[in-house]
């Protein structure tokens, strides 16, 4: 499976922004994709999952309240609809794929798209 994210950008604090992840090639229709961000200078961070199959949505606490996972099974994209954005939101988002539901680690997800940049500016 390939996966591409799109829809970083520049915005204000307290505005939003909508990242999509395009997914191509074989999809398992039991895995789970993830949106992870990852600041200049620390580590790749969880933010929110979705599965495939069902919906069960489920968020870092950082996300919960504000962001919002969803998913287009027939377009085979993965949404992230982000509200209220910090200052501290700012990183690169990437999305990813991997077989375990609930998972929060990045070495629980083999497939990783390129990463799109969000920047929000207090």
């Known amino acids: 499976v390939q996966l591409q994210a799109f829809g970083g950008g520049w915005v204000q604090a307290g505005g939003s922004l909508r990242l999509a992840c395009v997914t191509s090639?074989?999809?398992?229709?039991?895995?789970?994709v993830g949106w992870f961000r990852q600041a200049a200078g620390k580590e790749r961070d969880f933010v929110a999952g979705i599965r495939w199959t069902g919906n069960s949505p489920y968020y870092a606490d950082s996300a919960k309240g504000r962001f919002t996972i969803a998913k287009d099974n027939a377009k085979r994209t993965v949404y992230l609809q982000m509200s209220s954005l910090k200052p501290e939101d700012t990183a690169v988002y990437y999305c990813a794929t991997g077989p375990t539901w609930g998972g929060r680690k990045h070495s629980q997800f083999g497939s990783w798209g390129q990463g799109t940049q969000v920047t929000v500016s207090s």
């Open positions: 090639g074989r999809v398992i229709t039991s895995s789970t």
